[in-house]
């Protein structure tokens, strides 16, 4: 039996760690370590250099089966240790790129059954690497992380990314913050709206007993086939939160948990109202109409998509008045004074679900009109 074949109960975590070595090094290697002095398999801790004078930016996701993904939406095995890499890597690189940080290592602690093949393992960390192919994530490495046993399978991912200290033209530090906005600023989006939770909602139609992209089973409509990519391997912008800075955004978050909930934080932490607006707001749910036809519903689930699904791993960003708005990102709406005091986000259209919240989740993996 090949070692490829092998279950990891059967190959034990010396083999499966050589295994996921012969993955990973190579792709290091190929991107001359990149600031990585110490990598995996080496000590018993990573070694970074940063560039000179740059400040280094932290963060760290989980994702869990059954909450964030089902193993049953992949007919391929092969597909399904890939995508679920991909969107891991995909959803702490965003977070690095929400804060105008180019991401530079992800440190990966992965929980798997013992009955899941070598292969499988490998094959998950060729996902990640297809996440860090992305453009504005090449001078990241995988610095290391841990292995262990459960149930299911759990991934938690810590990403590094570096801010430069200064940006010649640009006053004071550069980088992006929730707490920034400010009255009169122009809100916009940077990346889809809805199309992931337009794919979890196809994935978690009880109609489709695959979760197979085949046309046999799946409409041909480009949109449907877009969504159901967005939901099982997103690609979210990760050159846009530089863009931003240079040109000159106020303040920037990732939306993660559906525009409504995500704005709302960003309205909070910057004392403003964001003032979301229809017409825009439309027509990106009228994109979706063709997922809504699928599931035998309307625009208004197309709209609630928009408004609440989450897992696009976009970048909501505002810029001041005067700025000229970059290529990539869409007004979709304006910043404002609080009303009474109250910061919040004002939508000329209501909504009954508010966002993503993973700890009052009472449906797995995130179903019931969200994602993310």
């Known amino acids: ?78 597909e399904q240790a890939q995508d679920i890499g991909t969107k891991a890597a995909a959803q702490n690189l965003s977070d690095i790129n929400a804060m105008g940080a180019e991401p530079a290592a992800l440190l990966i602690s992965l929980t798997l059954p013992g009955a899941l093949t070598v292969d499988w393992a490998e094959n998950f960390f060729r996902g990640v690497i297809r996440a860090c192919s992305q453009p504005g994530a090449e001078h990241c490495v995988i610095a290391g992380g841990d292995l262990g046993s459960g149930d299911t399978i759990a991934v938690t991912i810590t990403a590094v990314g570096e801010l430069p200290a200064e940006i010649p033209g640009l006053p004071g530090e550069p980088g992006l913050r929730r ?29 489709a007993q695959l979760a197979s992209e085949d046309p046999e089973h799946w409409s041909a409509d480009p949109t449907v086939r877009r969504a159901l990519a967005a939901q099982k391997r997103p690609t979210p912008p990760l050159v846009e ?28 932490a910057s004392g403003v109202r964001l003032l979301l607006e229809e017409g825009p707001l439309w027509a990106r749910a009228e994109q979706l109409t063709a997922a809504a036809q699928g599931l035998e519903k309307d625009e208004r689930l197309a709209l609630e998509w928009v408004l609440a699904g989450g897992e696009d791993y976009s970048l909501l960003a505002t810029f001041p008045p005067e700025a000229e708005i970059p290529e990539g990102f869409a007004r979709i709406g304006a910043v404002a004074a609080p009303k009474a005091g109250e910061p919040g986000v004002v939508a000329p259209f209501g909504t009954s679900t508010p966002g993503w919240d993973s700890l009052k989740a009472e449906v797995s993996p995130r179903t019931s009109g969200r994602a993310g």
């Open 1 to 78: 039996m090949s070692t490829a074949a092998r279950t990891l109960a059967e190959a034990g975590e010396d083999g499966v760690l050589s295994a996921i070595m012969n993955v990973i090094q190579p792709f290091n290697t190929a991107r001359g370590q990149a600031g990585l002095e110490l990598g995996p398999g080496n000590d018993d801790a990573a070694v970074l250099t940063p560039s000179a004078g740059s400040r280094v930016v932290m963060t760290t996701d989980t994702m869990s089966e059954d909450q964030d993904f089902r193993r049953a939406w992949w007919s391929d095995p092969v």
């Open 179 to 207: 707490d920034r906005a400010r009255p009169g600023d122009i809100l916009t989006v940077a990346g889809n709206l809805g199309y992931a939770a337009a794919g979890l909602a196809l994935l978690e139609d009880p109609a």
């Open 241 to 268: 939160g530089r863009i931003a800075v240079i040109a000159g955004a106020t303040a920037g978050m990732d939306l993660s948990d559906g525009l409504m909930r995500d704005a709302g934080r960003l309205a909070r």
